[in-house]
């Protein structure tokens, strides 16, 4: 019972600290967010807030914008996500979101780009199925924007695996891109409720 009353003590000693202390408030790049607002052509100086890579890397123009909420931000990602994992059009996914040079970190994809991305991820999906189970759009601290997306694989190839894609966005354009990968062995696992 004391070390209860002395725990209770020690923690309200705190609490004139935490009245005075400033709320955390991330920083805000670009403008406020609001309606879209279409692209700059490349021919004009960048707006601030907008990283060059959306143009250099070809951002899609016409289906993305270099402006976005992290509400449109993660409709974006889910709408792509759908495109390529659920409905298997992987071509119509990468040209919609993605930009067409991007930065691809995957160690299953030879290179970088839309194109290469398309050829190596239209087999790899082929026949079998995804079970998207969290999607998720933020910040780091410098206020570069990620969307994450964590599903359950079933593949032909493959089998079972646990794959989080995560993505470096602008806007609502993909970037850069990372995947971590492993096989569900569901079987030898010591967790009650592994993986998902």
């Given at each position: 019972m004391y070390l209860a009353h002395l725990a209770l003590a020690f923690s309200l000693s705190f609490l004139p600290l935490l009245s005075t202390a400033r709320p955390f408030n991330p920083p805000q790049h670009g403008p406020t967010p609001g309606p879209y607002q279409p692209p700059y052509p490349p021919s004009q100086p960048d707006p601030p807030g907008v990283s060059p890579e959306y143009y250099s890397l070809g951002c899609p123009k016409n289906t993305t914008s270099p402006y976005a909420t992290q509400r449109e931000q993660l409709e974006a990602l889910i709408n792509y996500a759908q495109l390529l994992y659920i409905e298997q059009d992987v071509a119509q996914a990468y040209h919609t979101y993605a930009a067409t040079n991007f930065i691809n970190h995957a160690p299953e994809v030879p290179g970088d780009g839309t194109a290469i991305a398309i050829a190596t991820q239209t087999p790899m999906l082929k026949g079998?199925?995804?079970?998207?189970?969290?999607?998720?759009?933020?910040?780091?601290?410098?206020?570069?924007?990620?969307?994450?997306?964590?599903?359950?694989?079933?593949?032909?190839?493959?089998?079972?695996?646990?794959?989080?894609?995560?993505?470096?966005?602008q806007g609502t354009c993909l970037l850069e891109h990372w995947d971590v990968a492993e096989g569900a062995t569901l079987n030898t696992t010591m967790n009650p409720h592994p993986y998902f």
């Open positions: 079998g199925s995804v079970q998207i189970q969290r999607q998720f759009t933020g910040y780091n601290l410098t206020g570069t924007a990620f969307g994450v997306t964590y599903f359950k694989g079933i593949s032909t190839f493959e089998g079972v695996g646990v794959i989080a894609d995560i993505w470096r966005m």
